[in-house]
């Protein structure tokens, strides 16, 4: 509880340097979802309440050099995200609707987190009535259409018409559909953004592309590695995520991330939002402890198993503080006290090596299947410690159990004898 203490006063001093930067602080109840603060170079928008201040230098203590308005157009010309910082064009108090900048304008340093890449005008986020749900983009004006995918609360579309009849021709990235104004709300934000978090686990390649559409000859917009974290604003029936990455929105392949998003579920509603899973992790404030997944939601329940930090699980349910998870083949109750976005989770997976032939199984029981055979000497990371003996661990974008014995906790002991004796 000491150290959990120190890092909270830590990171309290750290926020209230970079708050000191700028007078005018982004929105103090900001649902702005983290995808859409990630700044790029090129057109900006400033992101407030109220006027905020530019300074000349690249430090805290230099002078003011200027004023800029909520709203206002701005030039984005360098980002620097260690410092957390932008370097902006700008004129003072103008909040001119063009982005021509003269040898004239100003230019300075602000905040990071306050300016955006997209605008207010002719914005809408998708904010559906319950948790869980998500709003259809339809092909045509109609809720009997087809489905071009179905989008979480949080996602932010942008309005190519006016509204008729109770929907509004929107564009997603390069997408574009119609979506029912009811589940819309005008501007960046809605008031409970629910925008899962994934992690990239390409057990057959590097990483994994995104694309303008989802086909898989469309043009690659960028190229995501394994164990990076990405972002999903809606899926679809095709295994195709439309997802956010880097500021940068496209498709990516849903069979490349977990865990896995549920596309079919009840439907309600006019708009065709349906139940979906949400994607959490798990978080201690000590690192060095681990969460109990249990049978029941009570702490007296029989624990099935305890996972560090950054094991990523699915929510399938909330009930009295306690969320239902499943965690690779295994579903039980868990503290929700301790889960979090997956995109703060902090990894506390203990690196080991395998041993000589040992087997990495779909489910924690030797009658399972083995998906690999391990040599002697390979890194794999484990999430979890199991009853038994067995251990949830992950090795290149595959989740498996493997036994204690097939271990050595020893990362300096060498078992490249054990290969060649092996067999």
């Known amino acids: 509880m000491k150290r959990f203490r120190v890092f909270v006063l830590a990171l309290f001093l750290m926020c209230t340097i970079a708050s000191a930067f700028a007078q005018g602080n982004a929105n103090a109840n900001d649902n702005l979802p983290d995808c859409y603060h990630y700044l790029l170079e090129g057109r900006g928008f400033i992101y407030g309440d109220e006027p905020l201040t530019v300074y000349a230098e690249q430090i805290p203590a230099s002078d003011p050099y200027g004023t800029v308005q909520p709203g206002q157009h701005v030039h984005v010309e360098k980002v620097d995200r260690q410092n957390r910082l932008a370097y902006i064009y700008f004129y003072d108090n103008d909040t001119q609707e063009y982005w021509n900048f003269d040898s004239?304008?100003?230019?300075?340093?602000?905040?990071?987190?306050?300016?955006?890449?997209?605008?207010?005008?002719?914005?809408?986020?998708?904010?559906?009535?319950?948790?869980?749900?998500?709003?259809?983009?339809?092909?045509?004006?109609?809720?009997?259409?087809?489905?071009?995918?179905?989008?979480?609360?949080?996602?932010?579309?942008?309005?190519?018409?006016?509204?008729?009849?109770?929907?509004?021709?929107?564009?997603?990235?390069?997408?574009?559909?119609?979506?029912?104004?009811?589940?819309?709300?005008?501007?960046?934000?809605?008031?409970?953004?629910?925008?899962?978090?994934?992690?990239?686990t390409n057990a057959s390649g590097l990483g994994v592309n995104i694309r303008k559409m989802p086909q898989s000859g469309s043009e690659i917009i960028k190229t995501v590695q394994n164990d990076a974290v990405i972002t999903v604003l809606g899926i679809r029936n095709d295994n195709w995520y439309h997802v956010m990455y880097e500021g940068e929105i496209g498709f990516a392949k849903a069979d490349k991330m977990i865990p896995k998003l549920s596309y079919s579920a009840p439907t309600t509603g006019n708009s065709g939002s349906v139940g979906t899973h949400r994607v959490m992790s798990v978080e201690n404030p000590d690192p060095s402890d681990r969460l109990n997944l249990r049978e029941k939601p009570s702490s007296d329940a029989k624990s099935l198993g305890k996972f560090y930090n950054g094991t990523p699980v699915t929510v399938n349910k909330i009930s009295n503080g306690w969320a239902n998870v499943t965690i690779g083949v295994q579903s039980g109750w868990m503290d929700i006290v301790f889960l979090k976005e997956l995109t703060y989770a902090t990894d506390a997976s203990v690196p080991v090596q395998t041993l000589a032939n040992v087997a990495f199984t779909e489910k924690p029981s030797n009658e399972s299947i083995s998906t690999t055979g391990f040599p002697a000497g390979i890194i794999i990371k484990i999430y979890g410690d199991l009853n038994d003996g067995w251990h949830y661990a992950y090795y290149k974008g595959n989740w498996g159990y493997i036994q204690e014995g097939g271990i050595e906790r020893d990362l300096k002991k060498d078992l490249t004898e054990d290969n060649s004796a092996a067999g």
């Open 104 to 200: 004239d304008c100003k230019k300075g340093w602000i905040d990071l987190y306050q300016v955006i890449n997209r605008g207010t005008d002719h914005s809408y986020t998708v904010s559906n009535d319950k948790a869980g749900e998500r709003l259809n983009l339809r092909s045509q004006p109609s809720s009997g259409s087809p489905s071009l995918g179905k989008y979480y609360s949080g996602t932010v579309a942008t309005s190519l018409e006016e509204p008729r009849n109770g929907y509004v021709k929107v564009r997603i990235g390069h997408m574009a559909g119609y979506m029912d104004t009811n589940y819309l709300v005008p501007g960046l934000t809605c008031d409970a953004p629910e925008l899962p978090n994934l992690m990239i």
